[in-house]
């Protein structure tokens, strides 16, 4: 009881401080992708929720400039480490030291990676610069007994995605995969979530990323269950099909697995420079007329085909926004089919991408207050029976990078130890005055 209110106000600063620091690591990756886009002549639309849908498309002024972006993606491979997200949380549930410097190139990979065009989400190297800052304040304050390292994680995860409590409850299921959610971890998470969202939001904004104002009655849940199905498909294809290709690259040097990828994004500059990036801009774009059913198809099998190849070789970066792209844009696409799922395409899409984020991410409750969060809550009785039907549906697999998916006992599920460690007793705190990357 009497580490409650210590704890409570660290989480405050971590999550604040973590905000001020993606903000600026933020910045960093919008300059380096103008540089990109200015060599490269494609300049990949913002989310609504952070600089509108403006776009900049001229082609390399010569071609084969694109070809370069296998070199490079080949240089950027030695600055990371190989381990996803979710390892470096596992390092921190568990006390376990990381190897010197990891964080940082993580980090820094990551963000290179990005701006390069990469598929992969920001959430990786934000979660894991807040990551980073919480424990190392908890090895500054041992007093409290751990937990600031979620509050930083969930602050760049709130950050990444504009939905704070999304992101505070993200951080928590990434780890306790039996959906038991831990007090210890989840109240940090929160306050750091929201404290870190507030400090970002100064810089960037407090709007969702996408905003989607759409209602649905009861009438929804067959139209619900039917998303859930197909998202489970998609996100299953996404997962067996990442497993079979890393089997199959893994004889590859580490620097040749990226370099392929960084040649299937120079084609992709060529051929359909719509599918570089993120995308979350285009789930907008295909919410309107503007994109054809035909083009919205096409966008979503592009977008798949990159992040089986990026998810096989292990990129930097996260997996839950290009989740919530390929769920948005099978929504979206679902919209032009006739029967139950003639309902708003902007509802459809959102309805699509949590889903899809549930199943990926095994974060059904976190994929649930990102629908509300993003859409309001009359958006439910469509969300739910998806976001359920995915979760169960997909199978449990992890990259090597993450954390396996156990069954939960009471003595040896990670879910039921305590986190990190004990607070030393106050009498004795008072008295004391080259990695390799895998492959």
């Not at 929720?49 to 900049?56: D, K, P, S, V």
């Not at 989400?121 to 424990?135: D, Q, S």
């Not at 990159?306 to 290009?322: D, E, N």
Request: hydrophobic residues 50%; neutral net charge; proline residues 10%.
């Amino acid at each position: 009881m009497r580490q409650t209110g210590p704890l409570i106000l660290y989480s405050a600063f971590t999550g604040a401080l973590a905000g001020l620091l993606v903000a600026l690591l933020n910045a960093l990756l919008r300059w380096l992708s103008e540089l990109t886009g200015l060599f490269f002549g494609y300049l990949a639309p913002e989310p609504p929720g952070e600089g509108g849908l403006a776009q900049a498309f001229t082609g390399p002024s010569l071609w084969p400039l694109a070809f370069l972006l296998p070199l490079l993606f080949a240089l950027t491979s030695f600055l990371g480490t190989g381990q996803g997200l979710a390892a470096f949380l596992l390092q921190a549930r568990e006390d376990r030291p990381s190897p010197p410097f990891s964080h940082l190139r993580a980090v820094l990979g990551g963000i290179l990676q990005l701006s390069l065009y990469s598929p992969m989400g920001r959430e990786g190297p934000f979660g894991v610069l807040g990551l980073w800052l919480g424990r190392g304040l908890d090895r500054r304050f041992p007093r409290l007994g751990g937990g600031l390292a979620f509050a930083g994680l969930a602050a760049g995860l709130g950050a990444s995605l504009h939905a704070p409590v999304a992101g505070a409850l993200l951080a928590t299921e990434i780890l306790y995969r039996s959906l038991l959610l831990e007090a210890r971890a989840l109240t940090p998470a929160l306050i750091g979530a929201l404290a870190g969202f507030a400090v970002y939001g100064g810089f960037y904004g407090y709007t969702p990323l996408l905003t989607f104002q759409a209602r649905v009655d009861m009438g929804a849940l067959p139209a619900g269950a039917l998303v859930g199905l197909v998202a489970a498909a998609l996100t299953t294809l996404w997962v067996e099909g990442s497993r079979f290709l890393e089997a199959r690259i893994r004889p590859l040097p580490y620097p040749w697995r990226h370099a392929l990828l960084g040649l299937a994004l120079a084609l992709a500059l060529l051929l359909l420079p719509e599918a570089l990036g993120s995308g979350l801009a285009w789930v907008a774009v295909a919410t309107t007329p503007l994109l054809p059913p035909l083009a919205v198809l096409s966008l979503l099998f592009a977008k798949l085909l990159l992040l089986l190849l990026a998810s096989g070789i292990r990129a930097y970066g996260g997996p839950y926004t290009p989740a919530l792209v390929l769920g948005g844009l099978l929504g979206a696409f679902l919209a032009h089919l006739p029967g139950p799922l003639a309902l708003p395409p902007e509802t459809l899409a959102l309805a699509g991408g949590v889903a899809v984020l549930a199943g990926i991410a095994r974060a059904p409750f976190a994929a649930t207050v990102l629908a509300a969060e993003w859409g309001g809550y009359a958006t439910l009785p469509l969300v739910l029976p998806a976001v359920l039907l995915a979760y169960v549906l997909t199978p449990a697999y992890n990259p090597a990078g993450g954390v396996r998916e156990e069954q939960a006992t009471l003595e040896g599920s990670p879910s039921e130890t305590p986190p990190q460690r004990e607070p030393p007793p106050p009498d004795l705190e008072g008295a004391g005055g080259r990695e390799t990357p895998p492959g």
